[in-house]
């Protein structure tokens, strides 16, 4: 099957949530081929960005760049990545599409940004940018959250399939021997918090749990710039070394303010590692202790309970994650979806 995967970028230039999840649809459809914004030669004007109508214009440059690719090589099946696609919905090509939903606007705007200059555009502005890709497609939510969101607030209907990890990538390792090829000199309880260190990723959070447990250190993977009391930074850790950092901690601290369906809490919990994480995302729905625990305020002292909660008995998360968060799960469920969308669109 000839399966292309419309998205801004790939995983060799940017290293985020969608791109890994383009990269992982190959397990699905080994022959993809990628269209993104850098395959168009185009590039965005300052101005757009000002505006908030860069998704907009990049989103039109692949659409019109897909089109020629089309005309000298014919696919079975169009994905998006989000409103990578939206050009298509008002050029049709003859191929089934499937537009996938990896967060909505307005979701996105409500859970982060009420208060920034960002929130109006949106809130607002992308909304009706989402309405439009999801017109003549198949549309897909990475979590039943999203799923929610899409119906209640656009009158989207939408399949759920959600995203999964490679548990032969990421598996448990002894935990003392993590932190001594890290180089982490602490035998004491360590947490991991993995992402960007502002509000939305609850990182105000983060330092204050830190400052006020003595015997708790932090690992902190991320690309900012940051220090603190009782933390441990590495910045700009590739993808292939999260393993070995997820396992050298205890838990994940994930008091994130919005997620749709985060790869983070998965791959810690594929390496045994359970998770303090707040109710977004997969853990609106998820109710399995195995996993960790879910908290439901943003207050210090319930995060620092969950820590003690978790921190005193054994629970093996890995078990959550294989039986319902597979890589294979994940294909397979992409497979049968093409499949039957590519047998329905040849009976017309």
Same mark, same amino acid.
């Given at each position: 099957m000839r399966v292309a995967v419309?998205?801004?970028? !790939?995983?060799? &230039?940017?290293?985020?949530?969608t791109e890994l999840f383009t990269e992982q649809l190959r397990?699905?459809?080994?022959?993809?081929?990628?269209i %993104? /914004? *850098?395959? =168009?030669?185009?590039? =965005?004007?300052? +101005?757009? @960005?000002? #505006?908030?109508?860069? *998704?907009?214009? $990049?989103?039109?440059?692949?659409?019109?760049? /897909?089109?020629?690719?089309a005309k000298n090589d014919d696919f079975d099946l169009i994905l998006c990545n989000s409103t990578a696609g939206w050009w298509l919905s008002l050029f049709r090509p003859r191929a089934p599409m499937v537009n996938v939903f990896h967060y909505t606007s307005i979701g996105f705007a409500e859970g982060t940004l009420r208060g920034t200059p960002? /929130? #109006?555009?949106?809130?607002?502005? $992308?909304?009706?940018?989402?309405?439009? %890709?999801? /017109? =003549?497609?198949?549309? +897909?939510?990475?979590?039943?959250?999203?799923?929610?969101?899409?119906? @209640?607030?656009?009158?989207? &209907? =939408?399949?759920?399939?959600?995203? !999964?990890?490679d548990v032969e990538r990421f598996s448990p390792r002894e935990r003392q021997e993590a932190r001594r090829v890290l180089g982490i000199e602490h035998d004491g309880p360590l947490a991991i918090f993995v992402g960007r260190a502002d509000h939305t990723k609850g990182f105000d959070l983060v330092r204050e749990i830190?400052?006020?447990? *003595?015997?708790?250190? +932090? #690992?902190c993977v991320t690309s900012s710039e940051v220090e603190g009391r009782n933390l441990i930074v590495r910045r700009n850790v590739p993808h292939d070394h999260m393993p070995l950092h997820y396992c050298a901690a205890d838990l994940l601290l994930f008091p994130t303010h919005y997620e749709a369906c985060s790869y983070t809490p998965f791959e810690a919990m594929a390496c045994d590692v359970p998770v303090v994480t707040s109710r977004t995302g997969i853990f609106e729905d998820l109710e399995d202790d195995r996993a960790g625990v879910v908290v439901t305020t943003f207050e210090?002292? @319930?995060? #620092?309970?969950?820590?003690?909660? +978790?921190?005193? &008995?054994?629970?093996?998360?890995?078990?959550?994650?294989?039986?319902r968060f597979s890589l294979e799960r994940f294909a397979e469920q992409y497979r049968e979806m093409a499949e039957r969308l590519v047998k329905e669109r040849s009976k017309r």
């Amino acid at each position: 099957m000839r399966v292309a995967v419309l998205s801004y970028h !790939g995983f060799e &230039r940017v290293k985020g949530g969608t791109e890994l999840f383009t990269e992982q649809l190959r397990r699905a459809f080994p022959d993809l081929v990628t269209i %993104t /914004f *850098e395959d =168009s030669g185009r590039r =965005s004007l300052p +101005v757009l @960005d000002r #505006l908030n109508l860069k *998704e907009a214009w $990049m989103g039109a440059s692949i659409g019109r760049h /897909f089109r020629k690719v089309a005309k000298n090589d014919d696919f079975d099946l169009i994905l998006c990545n989000s409103t990578a696609g939206w050009w298509l919905s008002l050029f049709r090509p003859r191929a089934p599409m499937v537009n996938v939903f990896h967060y909505t606007s307005i979701g996105f705007a409500e859970g982060t940004l009420r208060g920034t200059p960002g /929130f #109006l555009p949106t809130r607002y502005l $992308m909304p009706l940018l989402e309405k439009l %890709t999801s /017109f =003549s497609k198949h549309n +897909v939510a990475v979590s039943p959250k999203v799923q929610r969101e899409l119906a @209640d607030r656009y009158g989207i &209907r =939408s399949q759920v399939i959600v995203n !999964g990890v490679d548990v032969e990538r990421f598996s448990p390792r002894e935990r003392q021997e993590a932190r001594r090829v890290l180089g982490i000199e602490h035998d004491g309880p360590l947490a991991i918090f993995v992402g960007r260190a502002d509000h939305t990723k609850g990182f105000d959070l983060v330092r204050e749990i830190a400052s006020r447990r *003595e015997d708790l250190r +932090v #690992l902190c993977v991320t690309s900012s710039e940051v220090e603190g009391r009782n933390l441990i930074v590495r910045r700009n850790v590739p993808h292939d070394h999260m393993p070995l950092h997820y396992c050298a901690a205890d838990l994940l601290l994930f008091p994130t303010h919005y997620e749709a369906c985060s790869y983070t809490p998965f791959e810690a919990m594929a390496c045994d590692v359970p998770v303090v994480t707040s109710r977004t995302g997969i853990f609106e729905d998820l109710e399995d202790d195995r996993a960790g625990v879910v908290v439901t305020t943003f207050e210090v002292e @319930d995060y #620092l309970s969950a820590i003690d909660d +978790v921190l005193a &008995r054994e629970r093996h998360p890995r078990a959550v994650v294989t039986e319902r968060f597979s890589l294979e799960r994940f294909a397979e469920q992409y497979r049968e979806m093409a499949e039957r969308l590519v047998k329905e669109r040849s009976k017309r």
